[in-house]
């Protein structure tokens, strides 16, 4: 059930961030935080990561369903591995989040913009920094795990 509390957890900061973005600030707003490194910019993408896919609302709800679906089935599968449990409900928060702005507002909204070595990153939101350290916390398990099987063989 803790799994699942994670999940929820992220869907209401993200949610509640989303809200106060939208509530506060003006489209295209931005706010200084950090200067040269961090800032908020109240954003809106009608696509998926890096705003590819603008528009396409249904093949992004059909595969978020997907996903939810097949991160619940996982969830139940490896439920002993608290590992697992907690990056799986990493990116279950995520898609929800992000799934939520869709079928409400029909896009995203963002609002985090970074800055890295000058390079000006895409500007996400919770959700998405949610389902970014989920799947890389699987790649690096899944790299220990197949360490882990050559040292045994």
Do not use: C
């Not at 600030?25 to 910019?41: A, P």
């Amino acid at each position: 059930m803790w799994k699942y509390l994670i999940a929820i957890g992220i869907i209401v900061l993200d949610q509640w961030t989303k809200w106060l973005v939208v509530k506060y600030m003006e489209y295209g707003e931005n706010i200084t935080l950090i200067d040269g490194f961090l800032s908020l910019t109240s954003h809106r993408n009608r696509g998926a990561a890096f705003g590819i896919l603008q528009g396409q609302m249904i093949f992004f709800y059909i595969i978020t369903i997907f996903v939810i679906g097949a991160v619940i089935y996982y969830m139940r599968q490896y439920k002993h591995s608290r590992f697992v449990s907690v990056t799986l409900a990493l990116i279950l928060g995520g898609a929800i989040g992000n799934f939520i702005d869709r079928a409400l507002r029909g896009e995203v909204v963002d609002f985090v913009n970074t800055f890295i070595f000058s390079y000006d990153f895409p500007i996400f939101n919770v959700a998405d920094a949610s389902l970014v350290v989920g799947v890389i916390l699987i790649f690096i398990g899944t790299i220990f795990e197949s360490k882990q099987a050559k040292g045994e063989n």
